[in-house]
C-alpha cells in the first residue's frame, strides 16, 4: 500500500486554520476520532514497517470506507427522516444552505444539500485540517505509528427546532431519541423510548452492525403534538329533586325527550315530567312503581315499543307496560344481583350484566335467554351496545373490558389497560368509540377493534358514573362527589366541581351514582347518594372571555404525558 506524504502547514497556516477550526465546532459540535481497533494500517508486508507514515496517510486509512456515500444518504437518511417527520420532511430534510463553487467553466454556482451532508462535509474538512497540523496523530496513533484500521467518526449535533415544530399527518405525539447512521454499511437504526429497532433485533434479522455513525440528537418537547381543545361553557347547578327514600343509583331519559324514570335504594321507579322537572314544579312527579324488593340498579325506555325495563339487586329484570303500568314479562336466569342493564339499538334484545359474572342477552318478546357471555371473574357492572360489531361492550369489577360477538356470542378482545375495577362506560354518538371509567383514570377506545386512544387523567376517586353529549362534554362522576367535565375529543378537563350535599346530610353522603344527558344535551342528571336528583344546565352567562381556556397548564400536562412510556 503506497503511502501518501504532505509537508506540515506553517504557524501561519495553522493560525488561520484554528478560527475556522473553533468557528466550525461551535456551529456544528465536537468530533471524536475513536480508534478502538489494534490493526496496524502497514499489514500489507514486513517492509513497510521502516516506512515513515504521515498523519495524512494515517487519516486516509482510517476513513475506511468513506465518511460519506451518496448512496447511503439518499436510501437511509432521507428515508428515515421522512418516516419520522412525514408532514414536515421539506423544512428538516432539506435545510438549503446556498454555496457558490466553482465551476468548470470558471463561472460560480449554487449547490443545495442537506443538513446531514453539510455537517458531515464540513466536520471532515475539519478533521482533516486537524490531521494535517499533527493535533490528532499522537491521539490517534499513541507512540506507536499503528493506528486502528477500523476508525470511526461520531458527530454530536444539536438540531434547533423549536422555531418549528415538528408534528405528524395524524397529530401524533414526536418520538424522542438519535439518529444513528453506520459508516460502512448502509444501515441505519432509529434510537428513542418508543423505537422497536435495536441492534439484537438487526442481528436477529441477519444485518451487519458497525459501532460507529452519525447522532443527531433532537428536542423531545418540541416535539410534543399539543391539542387544541373545544371551548365548552361551565356547568351550574340548576334544580334539585328531592322524591326517593334512598339513595338514588340509576336514571334513564325516554325516546321523546319529555320525561326520565330514576330507580334507588327505596325500591321504587320514579318517572318525572322533564319540563317541570327543570322548573321545580311540584307536580314534577307523573308516577311511582312498585315491585323491586331490592334497590333498582338499572333502568332502559324501549324506542319502539312502550315499555321500561328495570333490573335490580334481587336478580330480578322486569319489562313494564307504561300504557297500564304494570309488570308484563320477567326475565329470570342470574344467579345474583344484576347492575346493569342495555337495550340494542336495533334489535329487539336487552342485555344485563350482574353479581354472577355474566352478560344475558335475552330475547324481548319471548323472554328466552339468547347468550351467556361468560369470561369475567367478577362483577359486570357497566354496558354498551351498539348496531355494528362488536355489538356488545362489558366493564366488570375484575379491572377488564371485553368486547363481544353477538352473533357467535363470543369474546372478541379483551383490554386490560385498567388496574382498577372498571364501574362506567360511555359512548358518543357521533363517533365510534367510547371511554372507560376506573379508579385509576378515564380511557378512550377504538370502538370498532379496542385499540387504545389515550387516558384522561386528573380525575381522583372512583369513578361511578359517566356520560357524555353531542357537543363532545364528558361528564366522569365519583363516591366522593367530584365532578370533572372533560372535552371528549382532546381530554382537557375545562371544569371540577364538587356536588352540594342537601341540608342534613353527612358530607359522607356527597356521591355519584348516576349520570345522563337528556336527548339535547343541554341538561345533566346526576343520581346521589344524598337521596336528591340534581339537574345540571350550562351557564349562559358564561363566554371565552370570562371562562379562557387554561393553555399555559394544558400544555405542560401534554408534555408530561408525553415522556411517559405509556
Known amino acids: 500500500m503506497s503511502t501518501m506524504t504532505t509537508a506540515a502547514p506553517t504557524p501561519s497556516q495553522q493560525q488561520q486554520l484554528a478560527p475556522l477550526s473553533a468557528q466550525t465546532s461551535l456551529k456544528r459540535s465536537r468530533i471524536l476520532f475513536d480508534t478502538s481497533s489494534s490493526s496496524s494500517i502497514n499489514n500489507t508486508n514486513t517492509t513497510a514497517q521502516t516506512t515513515t507514515t504521515t498523519p495524512l496517510a494515517a487519516a486516509t486509512q482510517a476513513f475506511v470506507p468513506p465518511l460519506f456515500d451518496s448512496q447511503l444518504h439518499q436510501q437511509t437518511i432521507k428515508r428515515k427522516i421522512r418516516l419520522q417527520y412525514p408532514s414536515e420532511y421539506s423544512k428538516l430534510a432539506f435545510q438549503a444552505e446556498e454555496n457558490e ?61 423549536k422555531s418549528s415544530v415538528m408534528q405528524s399527518n395524524q397529530g401524533d405525539v414526536g418520538l424522542g431519541g438519535a439518529l444513528i447512521v453506520s459508516g460502512s454499511n448502509n444501515t441505519t437504526a432509529f434510537s428513542g423510548p418508543n423505537s422497536t429497532t435495536t441492534t439484537e433485533q438487526q442481528q436477529q434479522k441477519g444485518q451487519p452492525i458497525r459501532s460507529g455513525g452519525i447522532l443527531v440528537k433532537r428536542d423531545d418537547d418540541s416535539n ?20 326517593h327514600l334512598g339513595w338514588v343509583r340509576s336514571v334513564a331519559f325516554d325516546p321523546h325527550n319529555t320525561m326520565f324514570a330514576t330507580g334507588g335504594n327505596d325500591r321504587v321507579i320514579k318517572i318525572f315530567d322533564l319540563a317541570k322537572a327543570c322548573v321545580a314544579s311540584p307536580d314534577a312527579l307523573k308516577i311511582t312503581l312498585t315491585g323491586h324488593i331490592s334497590p333498582v340498579r338499572g333502568l332502559a325506555f324501549s324506542e319502539r315499543h312502550p315499555y321500561l325495563f328495570s333490573a335490580g339487586e334481587d336478580k330480578l329484570v322486569k319489562c313494564w307496560d307504561l300504557e297500564t303500568n304494570q309488570v308484563i314479562r320477567h326475565y329470570h336466569g342470574h344467579l345474583s344481583g344484576v ?23 335475552w330475547d324481548m318478546r319471548t323472554k328466552h335467554q339468547v347468550h351467556c357471555l361468560t369470561g369475567h371473574d367478577n362483577t359486570v357492572g357497566a354496558l354498551l351496545t351498539k348496531g355494528t360489531d362488536p355489538q356488545i361492550v362489558t366493564g366488570s369489577y375484575d379491572s377488564t373490558i371485553k ?30 368509540t367510547f371511554i372507560s371509567g376506573a379508579a385509576d383514570s378515564l380511557k378512550k377506545w377504538v370502538g370498532s377493534d379496542g385499540r387504545f386512544v389515550k387516558s384522561f387523567t386528573g380525575h381522583k376517586g372512583v369513578i361511578n358514573a359517566m356520560a357524555v353529549n353531542d357537543d363532545g362534554v364528558l361528564l366522569s362522576g365519583a363516591d366522593d362527589g367530584s365532578m370533572n367535565f372533560w372535552d371528549y375529543n382532546t381530554g382537557h378537563c375545562f371544569q371540577q366541581s364538587m356536588t352540594v350535599a342537601q341540608p342534613g346530610s353527612l358530607d359522607a353522603e356527597n356521591g355519584i351514582f348516576a349520570a345522563e344527558f337528556d336527548l339535547t344535551g343541554t341538561r345533566l342528571i346526576t343520581c346521589e347518594a344524598d337521596k336528591t336528583i340534581k339537574i345540571w344546565k350550562e351557564d349562559e352567562h358564561a363566554s371565552e372571555l370570562t371562562h379562557p381556556i387554561d393553555m399555559k397548564n394544558w400544555r405542560k400536562k401534554c408534555i408530561a404525558e408525553a415522556k411517559k412510556r405509556y
Open 101 to 161: 463553487v466553482d465551476a468548470e467553466g470558471g463561472e460560480k454556482q449554487q449547490r443545495k444539500e442537506t443538513a446531514t451532508a453539510r455537517a458531515v462535509r464540513e466536520i471532515r474538512r475539519e478533521a482533516l485540517d486537524r490531521l494535517r497540523s499533527g493535533e490528532d496523530y499522537v491521539e490517534a496513533g499513541g507512540d506507536n505509528s499503528d493506528v486502528g484500521a477500523e476508525g470511526r467518526l461520531v458527530i454530536h449535533r444539536e438540531v434547533d427546532m
Open 224 to 243: 410534543t403534538t399539543i391539542p387544541t381543545p373545544k371551548w365548552h361553557a361551565p356547568w351550574k347547578l340548576s334544580t334539585v329533586l328531592s322524591s
Open 339 to 361: 347492575f346493569a342493564l342495555k337495550l340494542h339499538p336495533t334489535l329487539d334484545l336487552l342485555v344485563t350484566g350482574g353479581r354472577d359474572a355474566v352478560a344475558r342477552v
Open 403 to 432: 368486547l363481544w360477538d353477538l352473533a357467535a356470542g363470543k369474546c372478541m378482545t379483551t383490554l386490560t389497560h385498567h388496574k382498577k375495577s372498571v364501574r362506567a362506560l360511555a359512548m358518543p354518538s357521533y363517533e365510534n
